[in-house]
């Protein structure tokens, strides 16, 4: 029976021509990633560099004080470790598994050899950075000006674009930190949304019962990201 998993289910590996991803795919290692795993720490070094399959993951932002905002979140759409082939080998930010599932990891030496071959993997990696700059940017904006409520719906529409379904596992707790939000503000918000029945929350358990009504109902912020993502993309597909 074949594997259920291959490199090619993330976005980035998949662009690559046939010669570049045969160099990389003998040395790209398949991961479980559990729930609340720790990818790396705030000024920590960062080993590998990480392609999410099924899996997502949570970049965040930690101050002194141990509160901590998402800025992104990678899934099978991208890479965790820009920093490695950006130049520094640490970053002030963390990385934390938000969905639990499988991903790719490479040795940074790996990553880093290969992306010096000025090839299409160096191509793919600067216009994905770019791609999440342009998330996080919008993430900030979206914090300073747009309301929980549609926060919370932007952040359901680019988790659900990431998974196979329209149903995820995340309690009211997880989504506020994500947020950098109370959880008060989250359940009002949750609680709006399920009474005009977009969503339905239960027990940990999160399903978008109308995606259009969602998008509606969100901010422009989903829509600049994803917009952004596939037309960068689409240069080098």
Not at 74 to 95: C, H, I, K, R, W
Not at 101 to 128: N, T
Not at 162 to 190: D, Y
Request: charged share 15%; net charge neutral.
């Amino acid at each position: 029976m074949s594997s259920p998993h291959h490199p090619t289910q993330n976005h980035l590996l998949a662009a690559l021509p046939t010669a570049g991803f045969e160099r990389l795919s003998e040395h790209l290692e398949l991961v479980p990633m559990a729930l609340g795993d720790a990818l790396y720490e705030p000024n920590g070094q960062l080993r590998h560099a990480y392609f999410p399959t099924t899996s997502i993951v949570s970049l965040h932002y930690v101050m002194a004080s141990g509160a901590s905002v998402e800025t992104a979140g990678v899934g099978n759409e991208g890479v965790v470790g820009v920093a490695l082939f950006m130049g520094g080998e640490t970053t002030p930010s963390s990385a934390v598994v938000q969905t639990a599932g499988h991903g790719y990891r490479l040795d940074r030496h790996l990553l880093i050899q290969e992306f010096a071959r000025s090839g299409q993997l160096q191509r793919v990696l600067l216009v994905y950075t770019q791609a999440l700059m342009t998330q996080m940017a919008q993430t900030a904006a979206c914090i300073r000006h747009h309301s929980v409520e549609q926060q919370l719906c932007r952040w359901l529409l680019l988790t659900l674009d990431r998974l196979p379904s329209n149903e995820l596992t995340m309690t009211q707790e997880l989504v506020a930190s994500m947020l950098g939000v109370r959880r008060e503000g989250i359940t009002e918000a949750a609680g709006k949304l399920q009474r005009a029945s977009l969503i339905s929350y239960r027990r940990g358990h999160i399903a978008v019962l109308d995606r259009t009504g969602l998008e509606l109902q969100s901010c422009e912020c989903y829509a600049v990201v994803k917009k952004e993502l596939r037309r960068l993309m689409s240069r080098v597909g």
